[in-house]
């Protein structure tokens, strides 16, 4: 059998969980101050660190503080009262940053075979 690799050298680990934090940022936008909310900043927060994990485990630090902030901003133990055109504007811009970050976070891909 032949040594050659296919497909892809690297994996997107943070992709899938960083487009689907940006729907539910953007759909928290829609729900703000309904009784959905918190848990959908519940959900924001765990996604926010799943996607931290990632960059940590793919040796991107740099995303590691972004998405640290983000969990703490939309968690839901100690929820900060944030409201209005900013908070509304915080969503998109932390749904824009979780699609970069799961566009651009990406690990070399451990090749199992033998």
């Known amino acids: 059998m032949s040594s050659d690799r296919y497909g892809p050298?690297?994996?997107?680990?943070?992709?899938?969980?960083?487009?689907?934090?940006?729907?539910?940022?953007?759909?928290?936008?829609?729900?703000?101050?309904?009784?959905?909310?918190?848990?959908?900043?519940?959900?924001?927060?765990?996604?926010?660190i799943i996607i931290g994990w990632f960059a940590l485990q793919a040796r991107h630090w740099?995303?590691?503080?972004?998405?640290?902030?983000?969990?703490?901003?939309?968690?839901?133990?100690?929820?900060?009262?944030?409201a209005g055109q900013g908070w509304a504007l915080a969503h998109m811009a932390a749904a824009l940053l979780s699609l970069v970050a799961g566009v651009l976070i990406k690990s070399p891909r451990v090749d199992d075979r033998r």
């Open 62 to 82: 740099w995303w590691v503080p972004v998405f640290a902030a983000i969990a703490i901003a939309w968690n839901p133990v100690l929820p900060f009262d944030f």
């Open 9 to 48: 050298t690297f994996q997107r680990n943070a992709l899938a969980p960083g487009i689907l934090l940006a729907i539910l940022l953007v759909v928290a936008t829609l729900l703000l101050g309904s009784e959905w909310y918190g848990t959908l900043r519940f959900v924001i927060a765990v996604l926010a």
